[in-house]
């Protein structure tokens, strides 16, 4: 079983020219370095040795940040972390690569990061879990439908 990670980017600013465009606000980036400080405290379990995060300028400002606060140097990125990716065509690349030995973080967004949580935790039908920004749950379990249970939740 392998512990992932899963966050919903901090806040980010309400206009730009695209949605992929939207960048983090100076406040959205002080709560994530305090919310990860924290997470690097406090938390019981093995901190992430990698991150996985979505294409989106947001995404990958939280993906930074989070990489600062915890010495993680390997970022990558996948476009099946965009806000209308298929959960299970992720959960399908994820169970097909070599099994997880490592923590891995996903940074991505509503209602990704929702839909994901659920579908790993609960299976099909179960309702879309909530995220506020910045929102990070930790959960336990292979990569594949409903079974995985949740460790840990912070929140800004």
Avoid at 109 to 128: D, E, K, N, Q
Wanted: aromatic residues 6%.
């Amino acid at each position: 079983m392998s512990l992932w990670f899963i966050s919903r980017h901090g806040e980010a600013e309400p206009n730009a020219n695209t949605d992929f465009e939207r960048q983090l606000t100076p406040q959205g980036k002080e709560r994530l370095n305090a919310l990860w400080q924290r997470i690097g405290e406090q938390t019981e379990v093995e901190l992430p040795t990698a991150i996985l995060a979505s294409p989106y300028i947001r995404a990958q400002q939280t993906a930074a940040i989070i990489a600062r606060n915890l010495s993680i140097s390997r970022i990558e990125t996948s476009e099946l972390l965009v806000p209308e990716a298929s959960v299970s065509q992720l959960l399908t690349t994820l169970s097909a690569a070599p099994a997880a030995t490592e923590p891995l973080l996903i940074v991505s967004h509503m209602p990704f990061v929702g839909r994901l949580t659920s579908l790993w935790r609960h299976g099909i039908g179960a309702p879309t879990a909530s995220y506020s920004v910045g929102q990070v749950m930790i959960l336990k379990g292979d990569a594949c439908l409903g079974g995985a249970s949740l460790v840990g939740q912070f929140t800004q």
